[in-house]
């Protein structure tokens, strides 16, 4: 095989390596996300739970004050109650004395009510802690394996890239420009297998004469129609 083809190919599968390293990075990255959206939307719902719970106590202070109101309201209607002179003054001061009592009543049950709230809000919110602290272990583990697979990745990259360099130390120059200016346009496809006759970028048939002279590989074969350097892999696998 033409040797500058030999350098082409080698190149082109370099380059694409190196291409596919940032994803690989990015893929390793988004695993440890997901994890993290999960423990921020938790740490969301802690805090709007604490909210709820300071929000249902303010409410219970207010029932507070509002029974100790009621409660004295209660004493001042049994000191009224010695100074009764009437059956009218009587009558009005037990009808006053009842709704207190049923205030107080209510207030009480209120009082339970968002006590009973708060419990389960209070429930929830441990749940939730709990959830989290499993859901931050989980990260750290996480971030432990990712890192060492981005570590890796990156190993690798640097191999890859040490080759590269290598393989350009001796790259012709005009070669090198050539392969360039097909790789601005066709990124990393501008070397391309030839499979069933066919250009593995654009994957339209190519003709008999081109094929055989891709086949021999004595000179660097273009694909008649997109342009891509040609090559057939099986020779490769053999060289
Ligand atoms: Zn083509």
Known sequence: MNKYLQDLIKLSKFDTAISMFEPKIENEKAKLATFVETAASIKASINSIY????????????????????????ENI???????????????????????KEQISFANEEIERLDNITKNKELTLKELQEKLAVEEEDIKEIQVA???????????????????SELLEKFDNKILTFYEKIKRWAKDSAVVPVKKQACYGCYMKINDKTYAEVIKAEEIVNCPHCGRILYKEDEIEEA
């Open 51 to 74: 909210l709820e719970i300071d929000d249902v106590k303010s409410k219970r202070t207010k029932n507070n004050i509002h029974l100790a109101e009621l409660k004295t309201k209660l």
């Open 78 to 100: 049994a000191k009224k109650n010695k100074d009764i002179s009437n059956e009218k003054e009587l009558k009005a001061l037990q009808l006053e004395e009842e709704i207190a």
């Open 146 to 164: 990712v890192d060492n697979a981005i570590e890796e990745i990156s190993k690798e990259r640097n191999v890859v890239y040490q080759d590269r």
